[in-house]
């Protein structure tokens, strides 16, 4: 049975990963990191269920191979819009167009799509501007957990990545 949502793009640092276990180089790239608490599970069990998965990450390209290779989950993303590669950062429209254009995703369909981040600022209002739904992982204490505006309001909030599932399996029975 063919899903009802499209894609999901999935932010990385404190979202998959941990940022206060990142040990990075002299330029800034992480080497290598420890993952939250079930997001290699929520990767894989994502896979497995056959949707397409973005990486949609602001940073050095060399942090997501680095640490998905080091985890065995780079190979599982379909599609990458990394901020060092691409030129802007999010909330920028091109970081979430870069991830969908080469999944075959029109803008049409962008309501088809979920962003998952830690992120208020970026990640919540990158996908709210483009009409994304936005999913906001409120797990670690690092960023705001205010909304600034009405453009930075989640949703859906989740506290751990694997609560994603049940907010996927939710959106797909239209709830």
């Keep these: 049975m063919p899903h009802h949502i499209l894609a999901i793009c999935l932010d990385s640092g404190d979202t998959l990963v941990d940022e206060g276990t990142e040990i990075k180089d002299e330029t800034g790239t992480t080497l290598e990191a420890e993952l ?48 060092g590669e691409v030129g802007v950062s999010k909330p920028d429209e091109r970081m979430f167009i870069t991830a969908l254009d080469p999944l075959g995703i029109r803008r049409e369909d962008y309501g088809k799509v979920v962003m998952v981040g830690n992120n208020l600022e970026r990640d919540i209002k990158g996908a709210n501007n483009l009409g994304i739904i ?3 992982l409120d797990w670690a204490p690092r960023r705001s957990k205010v909304p600034a505006d009405d453009a930075e309001v989640p949703q859906y909030t989740i506290k751990t990545p694997l609560e994603l599932l049940s907010v996927i399996e939710s959106l797909e029975k239209g709830q």
Excluded: M
Aim: glycine share 8%; charged share 15%; aromatic share 14%.
């Design 36 to 83: 939250i608490p079930g997001a290699a599970d929520l990767v894989q069990t994502l896979k497995q269920r056959g949707y397409k998965i973005a990486l949609v990450a602001d940073g050095p390209t060399g942090t997501f191979r680095n640490v998905f290779t080091q985890h065995n989950l780079y190979h599982l993303f379909d599609a990458f819009a990394i901020s």
């Design 134 to 136: 936005s999913i906001w």
